[in-house]
């Protein structure tokens, strides 16, 4: 079935960095816009980068440009998110969703993974 | 940058309508989605561009977008339609997407 799963959560200390990945299956990887969005604990939805299909295109949330770097690799139907610079509020759940032009446009997240909790704390 | 202001909490009694706003600057020029999100679990999407409902969502869900709110109706609603709900756009000048604050709804 069509699905997302996270991975490469933990606790890290302020300063330091860590590499998200989300593997995709039962769909084709190729052909959707991907986003990271995270969730800080009790609190909203934030969107934090994009990338196109081709991995041509990104684009950043302000709270994480220059020290968040998204990619995808389409041959392992993979997105990744590398994270430097790190700082307490970086923590929160991160989540990577797909938009599937053809399902929902290329504007809504139809598809969610089930999250990967980062921890940024000294 | 774009703000999407929502209220933080809507009571509804059951089968009853639970009706939440989205309100943005202009926000009937840009197209609208709205995300249910249960406790503990990943967001799913009820309605993306302003009203359409993707497969699987009951038509009890419905949306309208005009001026500057957007409007996402439970109709009906059911003690497990108790939960946070998120409108969101893409701001084209900023590209960025944009979420907006978040509405708890409460089934009495």
């Known amino acids: 079935q069509v699905q997302l799963v996270e991975s490469g959560g933990g606790l890290v200390k302020p300063g330091g960095s860590l590499r998200l990945s989300c593997e995709a299956s039962?769909?084709?990887?190729?052909?959707?816009?991907m986003s990271w969005i995270r969730q800080a604990p009790g609190k909203g939805l934030e969107w934090v980068s994009y990338?196109?299909?081709?991995?041509?295109?990104?684009y950043y949330g302000d709270s994480v440009k220059g020290r968040f770097t998204i990619s995808r690799d389409n041959a392992k139907n993979s997105l990744y998110l590398q994270m430097d610079s790190l700082r307490d509020e970086d923590t929160a759940v991160y989540y990577c969703?797909?938009?599937?032009?053809?399902?929902?446009?290329?504007?809504?997240?139809?598809?969610w993974g089930q999250g990967t909790m980062v921890t940024v704390s000294s | 940058s774009y703000v999407l202001t929502q209220p933080p909490s809507v009571s509804v009694a059951p089968g009853q309508t639970a009706s939440i706003t989205c309100g943005g600057d202009?926000?009937?020029?840009?197209?609208v989605h709205w995300y249910q999100q249960k406790p503990g679990q990943a967001p799913v999407l009820v309605i993306y561009?302003?009203?359409d409902r993707p497969a699987g969502i009951p038509e009890r869900f419905s949306g309208s977008n005009s001026g500057n709110t957007a409007t996402l109706t439970i109709s009906r609603v059911e003690a497990g339609d108790e939960a946070d709900y998120f409108c969101?756009?893409?701001?084209?000048?900023?590209?960025?997407?944009?979420f907006g604050t978040g509405t708890k709804v409460t089934v009495l």
């Open positions: 969703a797909r938009a599937d032009v053809a399902v929902a446009g290329a504007d809504a997240f139809d598809v």
């Open positions: 039962g769909f084709t990887f190729s052909a959707c816009y």
């Open positions: 990338i196109n299909t081709g991995g041509t295109t990104m």
């Open positions: 202009n926000i009937g020029s840009t197209s």
């Open positions: 561009y302003d009203s």
């Open positions: 969101q756009v893409w701001e084209r000048n900023s590209r960025h997407y944009v």
